[in-house]
């Protein structure tokens, strides 16, 4: 029994978030010589349980694709996180459930596979909760939206309420052109970090479309906050792509 202190070094550099639960307890377990293995070119990310068990930890996608960028290409994350983590291509992913399983691999004794990502396809078949097809009438503000979105234009609609401006503003993504991957990853970089990644659905390949109230304060709207967050602003992020 001992008093541990762990410096997280530098220190002029805020760290937030429980995904440095994972690698402060294999270095704890390294230092004491409870757990050898080679961990030199490895990144540890997850929320650790006081059971020992891992947790879904936000923001996985854009940390393992920077560690890729620094030349680290085997990844340990939690087992639910891994089909994010491997949407980063040459990058080896583990996929861990509890410490003690990690320690089993570490060691010799349990290896454990690595997660095998499907390729990435382009997806034609994509489905939009609102269809610009589906839209009946307002030839002409329909052909301004069309416009407005070929050649990346702003568009202000005015009109009573039950006109169809929200609907016809929630088609507009049906009419874009689609995301390439490298506008996807983009796109579930943000929305990973963001806490707002569908569980089953790590790759997001609808443009996405933001509709913020007009009461949204500033922090909502551009980002920011105690704990710095995207705004509305920034999750609407390749919304659209002007093409020439």
């Not at 890729?68 to 891994?82: L, M, Q, R, S």
Request: charged content about 20%.
């Amino acid at each position: 029994m001992k008093r541990l202190t762990v410096n997280l070094a530098p220190a002029d550099i805020r760290k937030a978030g429980p995904a440095y639960d994972l690698p402060i307890a294999v270095g704890l377990l390294l230092a004491s010589e409870q757990l050898f293995g080679q961990v030199e070119r490895a990144l540890f990310v997850g929320e650790l349980g006081l059971d020992g068990a891992l947790r879904h930890t936000d923001g996985v996608l854009p940390m393992v694709s920077i560690a890729k960028n620094h030349g680290i290409d085997t990844v340990y994350v939690p087992f639910e996180d891994a089909a994010e983590a491997g949407l980063v291509e040459g990058t080896t992913v583990i996929p861990i459930k509890t410490l003690a399983e990690l320690a089993a691999h570490l060691s010799g004794e349990r290896p454990l596979a690595a997660y095998l990502a499907a390729p990435v396809t382009h997806d034609a078949d994509v489905i939009y909760p609102v269809d610009f097809q589906d839209v009946k009438g307002q030839e002409h503000v329909k052909r301004a939206l069309e416009v407005a979105a070929a050649g990346g234009h702003n568009v202000l609609m005015s009109g009573s309420p039950g006109s169809g401006k929200t609907l016809m503003a929630r088609a507009v993504p049906s009419i874009l052109p689609p995301m390439s991957l490298a506008e996807a990853l983009e796109v579930t970089k943000i929305y990973s970090v963001s806490s707002m990644l569908p569980g089953d659905r790590p790759l997001i390949r609808l443009r996405p479309f933001c509709a913020p109230h007009h009461t949204i304060s500033q922090a909502g709207l551009v980002g920011g906050g105690s704990k710095i967050r995207p705004g509305e602003i920034i999750r609407a992020h390749r919304g659209h792509e002007p093409r020439l």
